[in-house]
């Protein structure tokens, strides 16, 4: 008799050990529960910890509470200046309404997902390129808003969405890099030709003071013999001041020649006898012969009337001779 009691408490005993272990849940930190008993949503949402339920009558599901990083698969679309790329981005999303979560929707994370990439699609044929590339700031809480507009009645919460790449064809990335390094170039430029004028309009201060003190521009000469001699080069190359340069071709030219032959001569007549290698000319145009001494008898000097030059001819009373000529290039009277 005691033999059975003994056996049907130790088999009591073990039944209630097997119920308990079937009734006993336990939900860790992050996690929260949901009572289904019989079917239906029983009571509200368990906390963590250990909780009781009834084998075979209730069915309680967890629901992780933590934040959900879902990637988003690239899309391939056609923005509104029709260039062709591919996006891919990656949300995050956490559950705030375990039970919505559960009875509004089949698969929360697929559902999410899904409207993830539709509305990414949606986003790319919205924008144009340079805002896909520039402005991602701004297409990332336009993308947030889209996805979160539906997921708040699926008990969910988008905290972030963010594009993470844009793939361009090769040909746009050929296209972008050369219109980004003539932009480089064009900007050099412009910084280069600003550079030019303001060392242009410096030089010129630095040369009206020069001007001003010739003194200074021999000094900034030695400054630069200086420089150039203190990097101990073998070849020294010496500007010389083009004042220097004037100043020698002034000191050897020769005088003028009036200056070297003295005064002119002066006739009788007024006029100024101009003196030459050739001969003798006046100021009123008319040349005189260079006397040469021969060793013939004196020569009478012709009066000069204001005409060509005249020969003397001497009246003997004959008829008139034609003058002869002489080979020493002397008039001759005869």
Known sequence: ????????????????????????????????????????????????GLNLVIPFVDRLQKVNMQIVTLPVPAQEGITRDNVTVRVDAVVYFRVVDATSALVKVEDYKFAVSQMAQTSLRSIIGKSDLDDLLSDREKLNQGLELMIDSPAVGWGIQVDRVEIKDVSLPDTMKRSMARQAEADRERRARI?????????????????????????????????????????????????????????????????????????????????TEERTDAGSRHTDGTSRLPATDTGGPPQVPAT?????????????GDPPQTPLTSTDSTPQVT
């Open 304 to 316: 000069d009337t204001g005409g060509p030059p005249q020969v003397p001819v001497i009246d003997t």
């Open 1 to 48: 008799m005691v033999e059975d009691l003994l056996v049907a408490v130790a088999a009591a005993g073990s039944a209630g050990v097997v119920y308990l272990a079937a009734a006993v849940r336990v939900i860790k930190q992050y996690e929260r529960g949901v009572l289904f008993r019989l079917g239906r949503v029983s009571g509200g949402v368990r906390p963590p």
């Open 191 to 271: 910084i280069n030709a600003d550079a030019e004028l303001q060392a242009s309009k410096k030089l010129a201060e630095a040369a009206q003071q020069m001007a001003e003190t010739p003194t200074a521009l021999q000094l900034r000469l030695l400054q630069t013999v200086m420089a150039v001699a203190a990097e101990k080069n073998s070849t020294l190359v010496l500007p010389i001041p083009v004042e220097l340069l004037h100043f020698l071709e002034r000191g050897g030219r020769p005088a003028p020649p009036d200056q070297e032959r003295g005064p002119a001569p002066r006739h009788t007549d007024g006029g």
